[in-house]
């Protein structure tokens, strides 16, 4: 039979295209991944949600069982308020918050709500390759904007802000993906200053935020900016991944309801019995002790690997060292390409993803992402030994 798929399926996907072979590599058993981004299965309160389950069956099986609204489950979407309120003191009421199939599926929508082909958007530079992918299928002129250890560059962002009339910018200011660094407090201030002159929407995702295991929070762009921000939130790294729950809040009525509107067609709602089950466990549970136990976990990880990297990376080697989430970014020594150490160390049992596909344009670079959080500490000491030894080797 011969089919014609769609121009934008069809469109080259760099980050799919990168990633294909070492994914594909990294599930196999043997391979000692730190390319991926999983939680630490420790983490999963299975016999709290076992309990959920079946006092949500017990209690409003049919309600469980059955379609629902598109915006979700209203006793979850008030839950997430009252926690913006009681951790940033951010007032969102729950007609502002929409429940989503993971925060991936937010990105989408954004994307599908504000983009027109050839509209532009600003992203860290490097972003989370697959907000990028999500960006790319709207074909929007995408206008990278440099990050620095404490931050996006703000000059960058001024400068581009004054040649440029972006409909958003996607920034991930608390232990980003890929990078694990954080805005400091003045980057805060100063690039919310720029951007409250602007137009510009603020897309800013938050997966991570709550796993800090050092310093202490700054303010969101939510707090700083008010409507001007649109906030992801996620319960994928503080409870379940494999829930997929998620979540947009958006201050501004006509963005909300083209959000709500395109929700329904995607896919009616999320799946109501997750939301409920993961509502009982919420009410039961207390959420501070269990990601107190998350960061536990997260905190050795962390710091067993920068303590093996410190042990046997070779000179000229450096390493990001994040305050909390999953993920350390790599700077290699001069002359050395990622992907060339990425496939010189799969052959050798080690899966890591070189920094590539999180640039919206550099090729061939220097850098590489390592994930901590799902590694036992003698597999991390073993892998991060043969990749010491295939970094020497290349450089
Ligand atoms: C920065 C960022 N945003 C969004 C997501 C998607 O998370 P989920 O769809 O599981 O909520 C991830 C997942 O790794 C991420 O790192």
Redesign the pocket.
Known sequence: MKVKISQRMQKPDFQADFLADILKAAADPSIISFAG?LPNPASFPIEEMEAATQKVLQRDGVRALQYNSAQGYLPLREYICKRYKEKQNIDFSPNEIIIT?????A?DMFSSVMIDPGDEIMVENPS?L??LQSFHLYDPVVLPIDLNPDGIDCDMLEETLKTHKPQFIYV?PNF??PTGLTYSDAVREKAAEILRKSDCLVLE?N??GELRYAGRAGKSFATLLGEQCCE?G????IVS?GM???WIACKIPEVLEKLLAYKSTMDLHTNIFCQMVLEQYLQDNDLDAHVEKCVEIYKEKAEFMMACMDKYFPEGTTFTRPEGGMFIWVTLPEGVKAVDVQYKAIEKGIAVCAGDPFFETERGVRSMRLNFSNSTNEAMEKGIKILSEVIAEMS
Do not use: C, E, H, M
């Open positions: 981004g199939n993971g925060s991936q599926q990105l989370y697959a907000a991930i980003q993906n995702d997966p991570y992801l996620t319960f994928s790294k991944p997929r729950i998620g």
